[in-house]
């Protein structure tokens, strides 16, 4: 059996949406979704009939914005997040999210073809909040090989929680 990467983040918005005080980054949104429909490895990220997933309600605090995407591997999508435009949005999150204790991303594998539920993404986010890095749920910064893969990937450092 093969294996993609998940990967889950969630951020709470200093302010609706629509405030103008999430204009910049809403500015960027369709851009950033461009760039990652089509990197290298992109599989498939979670979108409503809106093209993003910004309404979404993962969770019951509306200011929890989630997104949720599928990748050939952990390179393909270190590559996009660090190495592509979508590092300003990272280094300018400060401007619009507000900052988190804890891990506020997670990765796991799954099988080729699967796609992961909104749902088993709070899981697996849950899962390494409470129980650290694990093959079930991990980090950039503390990778797990895919199951029946005896290849560690490398860490990639200096990557912060992510």
């Known amino acids: 059996m093969?294996?993609?990467?998940?990967?889950?983040?969630?951020?709470?918005?200093?302010?609706?949406?629509?405030?103008?005080?999430?204009?910049?980054?809403?500015?960027?949104?369709?851009?950033?979704?461009?760039?990652?429909?089509?990197?290298?490895?992109?599989?498939?990220?979670?979108?409503?009939?809106?093209?993003?997933?910004?309404?979404?309600?993962?969770?019951?605090?509306?200011?929890?914005?989630?997104?949720?995407?599928?990748?050939?591997?952990?390179?393909?999508?270190?590559?996009?997040?660090?190495?592509?435009?979508?590092?300003?949005?990272?280094?300018?999150?400060?401007?619009w999210f507000a900052k988190h204790s804890g891990f506020y991303s997670v990765l796991w594998w799954v099988p080729v073809g699967h796609l992961p539920t909104v749902e088993e993404g709070k899981q697996r986010l849950a899962k390494l909040q409470t129980e650290g890095p694990s093959v079930d749920a991990f980090t950039f910064a503390r990778p797990f090989p895919a199951p029946q893969t005896s290849v560690l990937p490398p860490s990639l450092s200096g990557c912060g929680s992510f």
């Open 2 to 95: 093969h294996y993609h990467l998940a990967q889950m983040n969630i951020a709470s918005a200093l302010a609706p949406l629509d405030d103008p005080k999430m204009a910049g980054f809403m500015a960027q949104l369709d851009y950033i979704n461009a760039l990652a429909d089509q990197a290298p490895g992109f599989v498939w990220r979670l979108q409503s009939e809106s093209g993003n997933a910004t309404d979404v309600a993962a969770y019951d605090d509306p200011s929890v914005v989630v997104n949720m995407s599928v990748w050939e591997s952990i390179e393909a999508l270190h590559s996009y997040t660090y190495q592509s435009d979508h590092m300003s949005v990272l280094r300018d999150r400060k401007q």
